[in-house]
């Protein structure tokens, strides 16, 4: 099943989790971190439950439990497990040892890592590959960081990511790939810009990133159809599987006056096959 768009919701919402439902995200991100103010985090746990036991799953949903040295995770977990959700977000992630500790705890639930967070994070991002198993993907944020080094931004005035977060964003995506995992674009908060966040979801896809994580309902199509190829991207993989087909033997080609070898043979291959993924 595909991994385009994975909608964050507020654990301490459960109006707007049932509304959720109705939406076309591949995966709900109940969550209990950041969205969720202190004195919320009891009830926003029970909410979070009782929604996973009752709801019904045309979505995956995940639930975003609060960080390993929190102090709050064990109550997270006590509440959430045997609700089953689909996969666990951990934030705060920093590398294989993070996420080995949470799978100790939470035997059997996929991890989607948020894998930049804070310093030594970053110094993890090569790790992953070692408990592939465990995680279904790995993302990044661009907010938690600047707060922890003091920096008063990850953003130039124009919106664009300054340099540290670019190579954050590149980590990340490398790190997903050398894991043989999903590599999800983290979120554009700025909601009502849907022009700005269509040019920003085809920048993820064209880099590489499989999938977004979005914060309102909103988002969702804008990033679906990012993360889906188009008639004309797929007429032309065709063609190049085609060109190939009709040329046996022959590893590099004249295609309409460019030359292709093996990489896009590769390339139009892959782009069908996630053409033919199933979305929920
Ligand atoms: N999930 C489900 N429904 C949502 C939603 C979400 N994340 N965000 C907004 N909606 C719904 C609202 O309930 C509202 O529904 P209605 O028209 O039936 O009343 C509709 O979408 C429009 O909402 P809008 O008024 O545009 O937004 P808002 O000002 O109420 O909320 C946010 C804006 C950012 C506070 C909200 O989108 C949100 O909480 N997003 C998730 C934040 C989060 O989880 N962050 C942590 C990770 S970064
Ligand atoms: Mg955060």
Same mark, same amino acid.
């Given at each position: ?8 919701? +507020? ?35 029970? &909410? ?17 439990? &609060? ?186 080609? &004249? ?7 093996? +990489? ?13 993924? +199933?979305? +929920?």
């Amino acid at each position: 099943m595909r991994l385009r768009s994975l909608l964050f919701v +507020p654990g301490d919402r459960p109006d707007r989790m049932e509304k959720a439902l109705g939406l076309e995200a591949d995966a709900l991100i109940l969550d209990l971190e950041d969205a969720v103010a202190i004195q919320a985090k009891p009830a926003a746990r029970k &909410n979070t439950a009782d929604f996973l036991r009752s709801a019904k799953r045309g979505s995956r949903l995940f639930v975003r439990v &609060n960080p390993l040295d929190s102090g709050l995770i064990d109550e997270d977990l006590a509440v959430v497990l045997d609700a089953k959700p689909d996969a666990l977000v951990l934030p705060k992630a920093e590398g294989a040892a993070s996420v080995a500790a949470l799978a100790a705890r939470a035997p059997g639930i996929p991890i989607l890592p948020i894998a930049t967070e804070t310093p030594a994070a970053i110094f993890e991002l090569g790790s992953y590959r070692d408990v592939r198993h465990l995680v279904l993907g790995l993302t990044w944020g661009a907010e938690d960081l600047p707060a922890a080094i003091g920096a008063v931004s990850s953003r130039e005035e124009d919106g664009r990511y300054t340099p540290p977060y670019e190579m954050l964003r590149s980590l990340t995506l490398f790190g997903a790939h050398a894991a043989g995992v999903e590599a999800i674009e983290t979120v554009y908060p700025a909601f009502r810009d849907l022009g700005g966040l269509a040019a920003y979801a085809r920048r993820a896809r064209r880099d590489g990133f499989t999938g977004m994580m979005a914060i309102h309902p909103a988002q969702l199509s804008v990033i679906n159809a990012a993360f889906t190829p188009t008639a004309d991207e797929l007429a032309e993989a065709q063609a190049i599987v085609d060109a190939f087909a009709e040329n046996p033997g022959k590893a590099v080609l &004249n295609f309409n006056g460019k030359m292709i070898d093996t +990489p896009h043979l590769k390339q139009a291959r892959r782009l069908l096959a996630l053409a033919e993924t +199933p979305s +929920p």
